[in-house]
């Protein structure tokens, strides 16, 4: 099994300020996005979507939202382990993509991103719907 650094994810209320920050720092630009049903932006380094900005007027500060990770490993294999794990979390759905997002929270509060490819289907734990966001693994 091999895993890739794919993106971090920052939540904010200041989508904008977060965008030009980047851009004036990194170089990053903004790209597409999957049509998830709440406010966002990519940005970019090449085809490489680095950061993705989840935007809701209900964060104070931006915080990181969590880490992603992706490998060619069938999805189900994957969920197979965080299961066997026994650490908190959910599965999701890239909205158009196909790609199958695990959530795990681990020890100490933060959230994982492992995404991977599946055969079949798998059973969603979260769907994403208008103004929720990303999925808020609970402990």
């Known amino acids: 099994m091999t895993w890739h650094f794919d993106h971090l994810a920052f939540n904010t ?6 965008q030009r920050a980047f851009q004036a720092l990194l170089g990053l630009e903004a790209g597409r996005r999957p049509p998830f049903p709440f406010p966002g932006r990519w940005l970019y380094q ?3 979507a680095l950061v993705h900005v989840i935007e809701q007027p209900k964060f104070g500060e931006t915080t990181l939202g969590h880490i992603a990770f992706r490998t060619a490993e069938d999805a189900a294999q994957v969920l197979q382990r965080v299961r066997a794990s026994g650490l908190p979390h959910q599965v999701a759905r890239v909205p ?12 100490g509060g933060l959230v994982l991103e492992l ?4 055969d079949a289907e798998l059973e969603a734990g979260y769907g994403y719907e208008a103004g929720s966001g990303a999925p808020d693994v609970k402990t």
């Open 96 to 107: 158009q993509d196909g790609i199958w997002q695990i959530f795990v929270r681990i020890p």
């Open 46 to 48: 090449d085809t490489q």
């Open 13 to 18: 209320a200041e989508g904008d300020a977060l």
């Open 115 to 118: 995404d991977a490819p599946a």
